[in-house]
């Protein structure tokens, strides 16, 4: 395939994150216009790695970051709720944290694309997972068996401006928490719980009656795999990072908010 045709290939998901980044489809289509005039201008700035995606986003970052409009709020569709939370974030971290999240580009991959360390990217994605979870504040249910982390999860979670409404250690502990409580606006769980009961049981109880995305924290992820998954679901292996909880979490509420949203125009 030549490299134009991956270049057709990889435009979507460029329009994709373009509309995500500026909140606005006229706006981001503007700026991938401009990439591909320069792309055309100067070939060369393809190919400088084996992946093309990666190549075309950096050049569409060049592009984005040299242009004073790319902070402003005028050009947002007041029609996309959930890419305006994303435009009020600062540029930077924003970028760090579509490219990982939303493009599902490597730490490594998003760093060449950014022009920063490995390092920053994990610190750019972490202040917009901050960002984004206090516009999104939500009830959490946290399903942990282990007290020290149930206790650091609440710690982080809250430290996010979400709310916990309550630790569960077991299956019966959860189910009986979310009848007697407020539904949660997302779950946290493990899936090896103190009785030997499962989280993905637990899980799967719950969204019987309603429906929230989930993030499994756990040791055993080969159980998550080979289970019955609810959907969304996202996992994270233990030992696990506060910065990675932090974006998934933001990820989960995010993509939850633009399902929400296209659920409710095609209804």
Not at 21 to 35: H, N, P
Not at 50 to 77: E, M, P
Not at 141 to 159: H, Q, R, T, W
Request: glycine share 6%; aromatic share 6%.
């Amino acid at each position: 395939m030549s490299t134009a045709q991956l270049v057709v290939q990889h435009l979507p998901y460029l329009r994709r994150y373009a509309r995500a980044l500026t909140g606005s489809q006229v706006a981001g289509d503007a700026y991938v216009a401009a990439t591909l005039e320069t792309l055309v201008n100067e070939p060369e700035t393809l190919g400088r790695s084996t992946n093309v995606k990666a190549d075309l986003f950096r050049v569409f970052t060049r592009i984005w970051n040299s242009l004073s409009v790319n902070g402003g709020s005028d050009q947002v569709q007041h029609d996309l709720p959930a890419e305006i939370r994303l435009g009020q974030i600062t540029p930077l971290p924003r970028q760090a944290f579509l490219l990982s999240c939303l493009e599902g580009f490597s730490e490594e991959d998003a760093a060449i694309i950014l022009g920063v360390d490995v390092t920053e990217v994990r610190e750019l994605v972490d202040e917009a997972g901050r960002e984004l979870a206090a516009d999104m504040a939500t009830d959490i249910l946290i399903i942990e068996d282990e007290p020290l982390i149930a206790m650091d999860l609440e710690a982080l979670v809250e430290g996010l401006g979400h709310n916990v409404i309550g630790v569960a250690r077991t299956r019966t502990e959860a189910i009986k928490l979310a009848s007697e409580g407020k539904r949660p606006g997302l779950i946290l769980a493990d899936i090896q719980l103190a009785d030997g009961s499962s989280g993905l049981d637990a899980v799967n109880d719950l969204l019987k009656t309603f429906e929230v995305p989930v993030i499994f924290i756990t040791a055993y992820p080969e159980r998550f795999l080979t289970g019955e998954r609810p959907e969304p679901a996202f996992l994270i292996a233990k030992p696990f990072q506060p910065a990675n909880v932090s974006a998934v979490i933001s990820q989960a509420l995010f993509f939850q908010q633009s399902a929400r949203r296209r659920e409710a125009k095609s209804a």
